[in-house]
Nanobody, 123 residues
Framework: VQLQASGGGLVQTGGSLRLSCAASGRTFSSYAMGWFRQAPGKEREFVAAISGSGSNTLYADSVKGRFTISRDSAKNTEYLQMDSLKSEDTAVYYC?????????????????WGQGTLVTVSS
């Protein structure tokens, strides 16, 4: 599966942004989807994941209550709605896909990656 992330940009502290990740292929619902992020000088870290059916979601503690992951099977696209953004949310955000939902918590286990989109939160 090929992934194309978009939607990054510059936003002020407290603002909102929605990221999108378009997936190729006809088996979109067979893949769990997720988001990771990598800030300068730091390792890539898990942000959120959603199961193939969309019925299960998981969030990192740092974004819980502020970010919402979702997916639209008709459009083969997943989304990350980011609200109440903080400066520490500044990072390159990568979408990810794997047939195994639990693998999406661990970057070393993820099978497919998108190219990344930069989110900058300024005060």
């Amino acid at each position: 599966v090929q992934l194309q992330a978009s939607g990054g940009g510059l936003v002020q502290t407290g603002g909102s942004l929605r990221l999108s990740c378009a997936a190729s292929g006809r088996t979109f619902s067979s893949y769990a989807m997720g988001w990771f992020r990598q800030a300068p000088g730091k390792e890539r870290e898990f942000v959120a994941a959603i199961s193939g059916s969309g019925s299960n979601t998981l969030y990192a503690d740092s974004v819980k209550g502020r970010f919402t992951i979702s997916r639209d099977s008709a459009k083969n696209t997943e989304y990350l709605q980011m609200d109440s953004l903080k400066s520490e949310d500044t990072a390159v955000y990568y979408c990810a896909a794997d047939r195994v939902y639990d693998n999406l918590r661990f970057r070393r286990l993820v099978d497919y990656w998108g190219q990344g989109t930069l989110v900058t939160v300024s005060s």
